[in-house]
């Protein structure tokens, strides 16, 4: 067994490979012994799973899911890395290496070729680059995922996690609560990788569920409402509304009014019962 978090094994095995750490895809690999095997753990890796990784590394965290769940799809953009792969996974038989960009995936289908009768997990160490647009990539799609546990930035984490309603929350955090549920699990220090980065990471899961039953239409609406309220969040609704939804201002004041709200109103004091009956209210009034 191969000791992916070992430093020197791993620098040893990135020169035989003529292997250079890329900024542009963000890659920093872990090698703190104790936190692959937490994000297993706690990312449902285990039996009658199906875990899809982003992004391998070395796969430190590849091995680990691989040990406890029935099989993992590891999607890995870097083709660099594929000769690393077939060298650190060569224990494992029930790992496969897809080279290719998460975004260009269709999730749907990558589960019914192959997770077949099983439950599906994400985990993933994702580069702070392209945080938000993953989780919404395996959120959008609607494909049966019962978790997504990501390593992130550690304010990204923070975000992610917010109760809606709060001065912590965002656009990001409304989708979150939308289609889940996040926990915030573990912090992890910038020390725990190679290259180091700049800033601290968090390891979080959400609980994938559909909680509100808004028409496709509805909810095409509730989110431009989100996405045009969280632009200009320092403005009041009214005025954020009326000028990135082009929409009338008097439409807007009796929407408000019609939801128990007062004209001032910010979309950061509305939780996200609120904000969904709200976003009906005003598309009447549209």
Do not use: W
């Not at 808004?214 to 320092?234: D, G």
């Amino acid at each position: 067994m191969k000791n992916l978090t070992n430093l020197g094994y791993i620098k040893e095995l990135l020169a035989r490979h003529n292997f250079n750490f890329s900024k542009g895809l963000g890659q920093n690999f872990l090698i703190n012994p104790s936190v692959c095997p937490r994000i297993a753990e706690l990312g449902n890796a285990g039996k009658g799973f199906g875990v899809i990784e982003v992004g391998t590394g070395i796969g430190t965290l590849t091995a680990e899911l691989a040990a406890r769940a029935d099989k993992v799809v590891a999607v890995e953009i870097d083709k660099r890395l594929l000769p690393v792969l077939e060298e650190t996974l060569s224990d494992y038989d029930n790992i496969k290496v897809i080279n290719e960009d998460i975004m260009n995936v269709d999730l749907n289908k990558l589960i019914s070729d192959e997770f077949e009768g099983m439950n599906v997990a994400v985990c993933a160490n994702l580069p702070y680059y392209i945080t938000s647009p993953v989780i919404m990539h395996f959120l959008e799609s609607g494909a049966p995922i019962d978790s997504i546990t990501v390593m992130v930035q550690k304010e990204a984490a923070e975000r992610l996690c917010a109760d809606v309603g709060t001065r912590q929350s965002g656009a990001i955090s409304v989708a979150v609560n939308y289609y889940g549920d996040a926990h915030f699990l573990f912090n992890v220090s910038r020390g725990s990788f190679i290259p180091a980065p700049n800033v601290d990471s968090a390891v979080i899961r959400i609980d994938v569920s559909r909680k509100y039953s808004l028409s496709e239409e509805e909810e095409k609406f509730f989110f431009s409402v989100v996405k045009a309220a969280f632009s200009q969040r320092r403005k009041t609704l009214a005025n954020s509304l009326s000028s990135m939804l082009s929409a009338d201002k008097q439409q807007i004041y009796s929407a408000l009014s019609e939801a128990g709200l007062s004209e001032n109103s910010r979309v950061e004091q509305l939780d996200m019962e609120k904000l969904i009956e709200f976003s009906k209210i005003l598309k009447k009034h549209m």
